[in-house]
């Protein structure tokens, strides 16, 4: 798995300085007063005739440069998400085919789950995978007393996106998790009820990994339960606090965002 997850690595390179492209063609518009185009260039059938719009020839070349680079590392991409989803299926098709049964997973990030998460040995209990996401801060304890939370930066920075992507496009499309969403944001607030979420599907994942089962939604947003609608419940079982994750700004960068251009951090 480590000459996968070296891919992936590659491939955030990849999608990094493609959005350099696209992000590119929107200022220039301003620059030079054309109207705004009103699509996204991130799909390839908005890129007709977009270097045209400028009047000045130079400015027609610089742009019809950065469309073709950007059709060029989507070829790529393609082709090399593609190698990734055949070698992942040789190496544990089930638990990537489990992964993707979790709501707003998709391929790209059940790629990096697997990456990271598929010995589910490396975690034994639920405690441990959520901490190696960074999804709970560590206890500062001495002699029964708490001292605060530390330990943020601690795990898998990688995993923390992943979730947090999960958490946002689970709401796009599950009326559910929406309501779901809606009585933490009353209980929590809106950065730290995604962050409950997102920490919701991480402990979801961890039981698929542990018992090799399909994610079952009624039971990731089950509101019954041990625990459930206790004072302590935005706290980790080891007590620690939730860390708040980039959910609230992935929310509004990835809600129509395709499949291919969500980079890692």
Request: aromatic share 4%; proline share 4%.
């Amino acid at each position: 798995m480590r000459a996968t997850r070296d891919l992936l690595r590659r491939r955030m390179h990849l999608v990094r300085k493609r959005a350099k492209r696209l992000t590119h063609v929107q200022p220039t518009t301003w620059q030079y007063n054309v109207p705004a185009m009103g699509t996204k260039l991130a799909y390839q059938t908005n890129r007709a005739g977009v270097a045209e719009r400028f009047p000045d020839p130079a400015v027609q070349q610089s742009i019809a440069g950065d469309l073709a680079l950007i059709d060029s590392y989507d070829q790529v991409l393609r082709e090399l998400e593609s190698a990734m989803v055949t070698t992942a299926k040789q190496h544990d098709a089930h638990t990537l085919y489990g992964l993707q049964t979790v709501p707003g997973m998709g391929t790209i990030r059940s790629l990096v789950l697997l990456s990271a998460m598929h010995d589910s040995a490396r975690f034994p209990r639920v405690q441990a995978c959520v901490s190696s996401c960074r999804l709970v801060k560590c206890a500062k304890e001495s002699a029964g007393k708490r001292y605060g939370t530390a330990g943020t930066t601690i795990g898998n920075a990688s995993l923390t996106w992943a979730f947090s992507e999960v958490a946002v496009l689970f709401l796009r499309t599950h009326p559910t998790g929406q309501k779901y969403l809606a009585r933490l944001e009353k209980k929590h607030g809106t950065s730290t009820a995604l962050t409950v979420l997102a920490h919701t599907l991480a402990r979801a994942v961890s039981y698929l990994l542990q018992r090799r089962v399909a994610c079952d939604l009624q039971t990731v947003l089950q509101r019954e339960g041990r625990g459930a609608g206790e004072p302590a419940a935005s706290l980790g079982h080891d007590g620690g606090s939730l860390v708040p994750v980039r959910c609230h700004a992935a929310r509004l960068a990835s809600t129509h965002a395709p499949e291919h251009i969500g980079a890692l951090p």
